[in-house]
T-cell receptor, first 110, second 114 residues
Framework: AQRVTQPEKLLSVFKGAPVELKCNYS??????LFWYVQYSRQRLQLLLR??SRESIKGFTADLNKGETSFHLKKPFAQEEDSAMYYC????????????FGQGTRLTINP | EADIYQTPRYLVIGTGKKITLECSQT?????MYWYQQDPGMELHLIHY???????EKGDLSSESTVSRIRTEHFPLTLESARPSHTSQYLC?????????????FGQGTRLTVV
């Protein structure tokens, strides 16, 4: 079974502070992990994926298979980072359904 | 322009009515999904499809049904709407032929059953 857990529903940090959004997953096969973001009044969109090892808008995420985690990090938060963030999981090359965690609402305080 | 479209954006309907939420994509994607987004913003997978004539139920039990007769079209139907069906419904699609399998989302349909 595929399962994604985001333990924090709400996270509030000050501008310029580091941010870490936690994500843990459960999956017996080879996972593909993603972070999606939903800004106010915009569509849900992909932020980054583990397979490409990219940094988008200053965010990075490392897949830790030993801890089954895929935490999202940014060293210096900006006000425009305020949004709803979802961790998502599918099987290798999208072979399985795409399931999401519960989401974390990130608020950056000025 | 290649995109994924959902209609209507907003729908207010009475209890017992039959409704169909439309979802179409012009990206040639094989996989399509329906999610229900609750007031706390949690996303629940209710239906998905790997291609034409393929439909599967998701993790959240739903009284809705779906069909996939054409690649680009994935409508969701409620035979008899109830207030408990009030929610935001999101449609998405992805292409398993691509290595990155990014899912693209529509703007959503906000359904209110009174």
């Amino acid at each position: 079974a595929q399962r994604v857990t985001q333990p924090e529903k709400l996270l509030s940090v000050f501008k310029g502070a580091p941010v870490e959004l936690k994500c843990n997953y459960s999956y017996s096969g080879s996972p593909e992990l993603f972070w999606y973001v939903q800004y106010s009044r915009q569509r849900l969109q992909l932020l980054l994926r583990h397979i490409s090892r990219e940094s988008i808008k200053g965010f990075t995420a490392d897949l830790n298979k030993g801890e089954t985690s895929f935490h999202l990090k940014k060293p210096f938060a900006q006000e425009e980072d305020s949004a709803m963030y979802y961790c998502a999981l599918s099987g290798f090359q999208g072979a399985q359904k795409l399931v999401f965690g519960q989401g974390t609402r990130l608020t950056i305080n000025p | 322009e290649a995109d994924i479209y959902q209609t209507p954006r907003y729908l207010v309907i009475g209890t017992g009515k039959k409704i169909t939420l439309e979802c179409s994509q012009t990206m040639g994607h094989d996989k399509m999904y329906w999610y229900q987004q609750d007031p706390g913003m949690e996303l629940h997978l209710i239906h998905y499809s790997y291609g034409v004539n393929s439909t599967e139920k998701g993790d959240l039990s739903s009284e809705s049904t779906v069909s996939r007769i054409r690649t680009e079209h994935f409508p969701l139907t409620l035979e008899s709407a109830r207030p408990s069906h009030t929610s935001q419904y999101l449609c998405a699609s992805s292409d398993t032929a691509r290595w990155d399998t990014e899912a693209f989302f529509g703007q959503g349909t906000r359904l209110t059953v009174v």
